[in-house]
């Protein structure tokens, strides 16, 4: 007589294995979610701050800011328009070459005021329009 010695698990073992599963990541979602916003805007914040350090380093070699008109792209290409900074520098102000998108895939609006004597640097933020509250708050610097 043959013995079958099964090592297999049944239908129903396998179903309440796929519902344990299921429970936990409705369980987890949530927090992972929540965390993954907190991220977003912390690597907004710090975005923020990168291109703050690197327009005060080209306003300490061309004593101004960029115009609004020159934008965040004057940090990474020198600009042809006026005013045309003279000692800007051959490599850039930002590290990697590129102005980044913000977390959501939105660019950082700039904007200079008073002659390039001051700026405002900011994103909108998750839900991407002005004002929110909570994670969904805008993130902004002035100088």
Known sequence: MLSRNCAGLTIQEILFLLLVIAGVVVLLYPVVNERLDEYQQEQAESDLQDLAAALEQ???D???YPTSRQG???LVE???SGPIPKNWNPEGYLTRGVVPLD???QPYFYE???AGRFYDLKTLGSDMSP???GLAADIS???
């Open 58 to 60: 080209y306003k300490l």
């Open 62 to 64: 061309n004593h101004f």
């Open 72 to 74: 965040l792209s004057a």
């Open 78 to 80: 020198k600009p042809r």
């Open 103 to 105: 977390p959501w895939g």
């Open 112 to 114: 200079s005021r008073e």
């Open 131 to 133: 004002g929110g509250t």
């Open 141 to 143: 610097i002035s100088r």
